[in-house]
Protein backbone atom coordinates (compact mmCIF):
# COMPACT_ATOMS: atom_id res chain seq x y z
CA UNK A 1 0.00 0.00 0.00
CA UNK A 2 2.73 2.15 1.03
CA UNK A 3 4.14 2.55 -2.78
CA UNK A 4 0.99 3.28 -4.33
CA UNK A 5 0.47 5.99 -1.71
CA UNK A 6 3.59 7.76 -2.26
CA UNK A 7 2.85 7.68 -5.81
CA UNK A 8 -0.55 9.20 -5.66
CA UNK A 9 0.86 11.99 -3.45
CA UNK A 10 3.84 12.90 -6.05
CA UNK A 11 1.00 12.67 -9.10
CA UNK A 12 -1.02 15.08 -6.46
CA UNK A 13 2.42 17.44 -5.71
CA UNK A 14 3.15 17.65 -9.84
CA UNK A 15 -0.53 17.84 -10.93
CA UNK A 16 -2.61 20.32 -7.85
CA UNK A 17 -2.11 24.24 -8.98
CA UNK A 18 -4.20 25.23 -6.17
CA UNK A 19 -7.84 27.49 -7.13
CA UNK A 20 -5.88 30.50 -8.59
CA UNK A 21 -5.16 29.09 -11.95
CA UNK A 22 -1.94 30.22 -12.37
CA UNK A 23 -0.28 26.85 -12.63
CA UNK A 24 1.73 25.35 -15.56
CA UNK A 25 -0.54 24.28 -18.28
CA UNK A 26 -2.70 20.89 -18.01
CA UNK A 27 -2.31 21.13 -13.91
CA UNK A 28 -5.90 20.95 -12.16
CA UNK A 29 -6.85 24.66 -10.19
CA UNK A 30 -10.12 22.82 -8.70
CA UNK A 31 -12.84 20.91 -8.85
CA UNK A 32 -16.36 21.76 -10.40
CA UNK A 33 -18.71 18.58 -9.80
CA UNK A 34 -17.39 15.28 -8.75
CA UNK A 35 -19.97 12.32 -10.28
CA UNK A 36 -21.43 14.67 -12.90
CA UNK A 37 -24.13 12.86 -15.34
CA UNK A 38 -24.06 14.22 -19.12
CA UNK A 39 -26.41 13.77 -21.49
CA UNK A 40 -26.14 14.99 -25.10
CA UNK A 41 -29.19 14.80 -27.67
CA UNK A 42 -26.16 16.07 -29.88
CA UNK A 43 -24.45 13.11 -29.98
CA UNK A 44 -27.23 10.97 -28.37
CA UNK A 45 -25.26 9.67 -25.86
CA UNK A 46 -25.12 9.67 -21.75
CA UNK A 47 -22.32 9.48 -19.08
CA UNK A 48 -20.74 10.06 -15.92
CA UNK A 49 -17.87 11.82 -15.60
CA UNK A 50 -15.67 11.27 -12.41
CA UNK A 51 -14.64 14.67 -11.70
CA UNK A 52 -14.93 17.97 -13.68
CA UNK A 53 -12.43 19.95 -13.27
CA UNK A 54 -10.88 23.39 -14.38
CA UNK A 55 -7.30 22.90 -15.88
CA UNK A 56 -5.01 25.80 -16.08
CA UNK A 57 -4.15 26.78 -19.25
CA UNK A 58 -0.45 28.50 -18.63
CA UNK A 59 -1.88 32.05 -19.24
CA UNK A 60 -3.76 32.43 -15.61
CA UNK A 61 -7.28 31.31 -17.31
CA UNK A 62 -8.59 27.67 -16.81
CA UNK A 63 -11.17 26.05 -18.75
CA UNK A 64 -12.98 22.78 -17.73
CA UNK A 65 -12.05 19.27 -18.39
CA UNK A 66 -13.25 16.02 -17.80
CA UNK A 67 -11.07 13.66 -15.25
CA UNK A 68 -11.56 10.00 -15.24
CA UNK A 69 -9.84 7.43 -13.12
CA UNK A 70 -9.32 4.26 -14.62
CA UNK A 71 -7.54 1.36 -13.25
CA UNK A 72 -5.67 -1.72 -15.00
CA UNK A 73 -4.50 -1.86 -18.25
CA UNK A 74 -4.37 1.62 -20.38
CA UNK A 75 -7.38 0.95 -23.76
CA UNK A 76 -8.11 3.28 -26.43
CA UNK A 77 -11.73 3.20 -25.59
CA UNK A 78 -10.82 5.12 -22.10
CA UNK A 79 -9.16 8.40 -24.55
CA UNK A 80 -12.36 8.14 -27.06
CA UNK A 81 -14.26 8.29 -23.51
CA UNK A 82 -12.62 10.82 -22.40
CA UNK A 83 -12.44 13.01 -25.93
CA UNK A 84 -16.37 12.59 -25.83
CA UNK A 85 -16.99 13.97 -22.28
CA UNK A 86 -15.05 16.84 -23.36
CA UNK A 87 -17.24 17.26 -26.15
CA UNK A 88 -20.41 16.95 -23.36
CA UNK A 89 -18.88 19.41 -21.57
CA UNK A 90 -18.49 21.99 -24.35
CA UNK A 91 -22.00 21.76 -25.03
CA UNK A 92 -22.91 21.56 -21.27
CA UNK A 93 -21.30 25.03 -21.18
CA UNK A 94 -22.87 26.72 -24.23
CA UNK A 95 -18.71 26.87 -25.59
CA UNK A 96 -18.13 28.52 -22.23
CA UNK A 97 -15.68 25.81 -20.69
CA UNK A 98 -12.44 27.35 -22.88
CA UNK A 99 -12.32 30.31 -20.44
CA UNK A 100 -14.64 29.80 -16.96
CA UNK A 101 -12.71 30.92 -14.55
Not at 46 to 66: F, L, M, N
Request: charged share 15%; net charge neutral.
Amino acid sequence: VQPVLAGTGRWAAQGLAGGDGDGPPGTIAGMLVAEQNVCSSRFGVKGKIDASVRVCQGDGSTAVAPLELKTGRQHATHSGQVQLYQLMLHDLYDGKNQSIT
